[in-house]
């Protein structure tokens, strides 16, 4: 048995959109799939997207903002893999730039130190060479550049056998 989809009218949909985006930052690409999902033609979903902007209820700059401080702080994100996802809910790449230009590098570099010891305390491979491979391969999944990983690994600050 599938489960019955409510259309919505632009009202209500309208009405829903600004519940949801006054709990929490969402960009303009989210909000089209939701309309989409729900059914809204897409000149009525435009009207809603503008109306949406207009009050304020959606920003794009300060989603972006948000999104950045949220994923290095609590995702432990690399710029590469942020910069990754944020292309594909197709933001503007100036404001990407911008949000990426206001992250402290001294700060950067000591979360990417940080996650690194905490990884490597989980590796039981005793060859230093395995163990600095798997720490690089789990930087760079993590969206680090390779070579900040690279000098992190190579520098005083992070010795393997600690």
């Not at 702080?73 to 990426?100: E, P, T």
């Not at 690089?136 to 550049?145: K, N, T, V």
Request: aromatic share 8%.
């Amino acid at each position: 048995m599938s489960k019955v989809r409510k259309i919505y009218t632009s009202q209500e949909a309208l009405a829903k959109l600004k519940n949801l985006c006054s709990r929490s930052e969402k960009c303009i690409y989210d909000i089209k799939l939701k309309l989409q999902k729900w059914g809204i033609e897409p000149s009525e979903s435009e009207k809603i997207i503008a109306s949406l902007l207009n009050s304020k209820f959606v920003d794009e700059e300060r989603y972006v903002n948000a999104y950045v401080r949220e994923k290095l702080n609590l995702a432990k994100w690399g710029k590469q893999k942020i910069v990754r996802m944020l292309k594909a809910k197709q933001v503007q790449a100036n404001l990407i730039d911008v949000a990426l230009n206001d992250i402290n590098n001294g700060k950067y570099k000591e979360k990417l130190v940080e996650l690194l010891k905490k990884k490597n305390s989980s590796i039981k491979d005793e060859s230093e060479y395995n163990r600095k491979a798997k720490l690089l391969r789990f930087a760079l999944s993590r969206g680090y550049e390779y070579d900040l990983v690279h000098e992190v690994l190579s520098s005083n600050l992070f010795l393997p056998d600690n």
